[in-house]
């Protein structure tokens, strides 16, 4: 797992470090940064503290199920939210950032160009995601409200391009 993660540009966050890191999500209809940074409580690391954020409703996938492609349009909307991303990162000097696309980029024949197009003009390598993984991150993103108690537990991600359903047992 290190080394995809590491083949992807993440690595595991070390406990000494402070960050600040970031999270970016490209979704079918938004762009999502969230900047934090670890804080400590008093007796161990007690989390992170978010210092910035982002959000951008950019359409991506709009008119990809009729065409099969990203348009212009599109793509010029989400480039300028990421280079905005990009700007933002830059300033607070973020060590480690994970940033992933969704369907929109899964599903469009030009995806991978686009991706290619937002690192020649961001610097930002977009990972573009599998539902699975996608799922997965939904899980973490909701850990703390998951009660462990339970003996199963249904989870949904309602995005603007796909839905993920995960029951957990």
């Not at 993440?10 to 969230?34: E, I």
């Not at 959000?55 to 939210?81: F, H, K, P």
């Not at 539902?131 to 993103?141: F, I, K, N, S, T």
């Amino acid at each position: 797992r290190e080394m995809e993660a590491a083949a992807r540009g993440v690595r595991p966050v070390s406990q000494g470090s402070r960050g600040p890191f970031a999270a970016l999500d490209l979704g079918t209809n938004n762009c999502r940064l969230l900047i934090a940074r670890r804080v400590n409580g008093p007796d161990r690391d007690a989390g992170f503290q978010v210092i910035d954020a982002f959000s951008r409703i950019v359409r991506l996938g709009e008119g990809l199920l009729q065409s099969g492609r990203l348009s212009d349009a599109a793509m010029d909307r989400a480039v300028a939210a990421l280079g905005a991303c990009a700007d933002k990162l830059a300033r607070r000097g973020v060590v480690q950032v994970r940033s992933v696309a969704t369907e929109a980029c899964r599903r469009a024949d030009n995806g991978p160009e686009f991706v290619r197009r937002v690192y020649a003009e961001t610097g930002l390598a977009l990972d573009v995601i599998t539902p699975a993984e996608e799922a997965r991150l939904a899980v973490l993103g909701c850990q703390t409200l998951i009660d462990r108690k339970a003996r199963r537990t249904l989870v949904f991600d309602i995005g603007g391009g796909s839905t993920e359903v995960i029951l957990l047992e």
